[in-house]
Each structure stands twice: as C-alpha cells, then as structure tokens.
C-alpha cells in the first residue's frame, strides 16, 4: 500500500509538472510598430506669459501679450501640442488647454489657453472636447489684438481620442 501512495504521488507530480510545459503549439505575434510624436510645446510653457498694457487706435488702452524667448524661437516651425477641440464658429477651430466648459470663453482661463487652428486641406468635421494631437507651424502674435496670441497654420490631426 506504500508504494502504491508513493507511486501515486509521484504520478500526481509529474502530471502537475508537465502542465507547465512550454505547448507545442506557438502562436505567432506580431506587433505593430507604432510613432507619436511627443508634444514641442506644453500648456505650462504656453501660460509662461507676460502683458504690457499699451494704447491701440481703435480699442483705447489694451493688454499687449509678451511672449516668452523660448516661444518666440517656435515661431514658424513645425510643433506638436494636444488639447481639446473648442469649435469657434462653421469655419474655425481652436484647441484649447481645457474643455469647452472651462476654456477661457467661459471659465477662468485666459486666452494663453487656447491656439487656432488652420487646417490643411479640407477642413475636418470635430466635436466639441475631442482630445487630439495636432501638428502644424507655430505662429506667435503679439501685436493683433483680434487674433489670437498663438496660432497654428497648416495643422494635421496626428492622433484622435
């Protein structure tokens, strides 16, 4: 009877064991190799922004933006910046730091929060708060005020959420 239990154990063993074996069948995999870019500009060096309170001809006396070195050297480059889809009206976009609800328009934000955005090509249909990478050439404006401080031209969707 010992021996049968000593067999038996064994037995239980080496059928635990082999469980574990590698499966004769290997499944292949195959992997796609995929790119994003890494945004060039971040919000936080956006926001990093200063006005000088000058007079214009039409609006009296305004606050002039003064942007910082470090931007003005992305000026008429190509960058890369994520953000939300604020629709300005049927023909204009804006991608914006924070969602519609809370972008400057409507929150505590200021207008360093948001770009427009100059398509390429046709202009594509968004939703409001579509979280998506756009690339394009920067644009720095410091002396219009009826445009807005940042800007990107020829602006291609890298990546939608």
Wanted: aromatic share 12%; with cysteine; glycine share 6%.
């Amino acid at each position: 009877m010992r021996n049968f239990i000593k067999i038996a154990l064994a037995l239980l063993v080496f059928i635990s064991l082999m469980s574990f074996e590698k499966s004769s069948k290997t499944e292949k995999q195959t992997f796609v190799k995929t790119t994003v870019a890494n945004d060039t500009l971040t919000w936080k060096l956006l926001g990093d922004i200063k006005y000088v309170r000058k007079k214009h001809a039409t609006y009296g006396e305004v606050e002039f933006p003064q942007v910082n070195l470090k931007l003005k050297g992305y000026h008429n480059k190509t960058v890369y910046l994520t953000g939300f889809i604020v629709p300005i009206d049927s023909k204009n976009y804006a991608l914006s730091k924070n969602v519609f609800a809370s972008c400057f328009f409507c929150g505590k934000s200021g207008p360093e929060t948001i770009a427009g955005l100059k398509f390429k090509g046709t202009l594509p249909k968004l939703k409001t708060d579509t979280y998506l990478t756009i690339k394009g050439t920067f644009k720095v404006n410091e002396t219009d005020v009826d445009n807005w401080i940042y800007n990107i031209e020829n602006a291609e969707i890298v990546s939608k959420k």
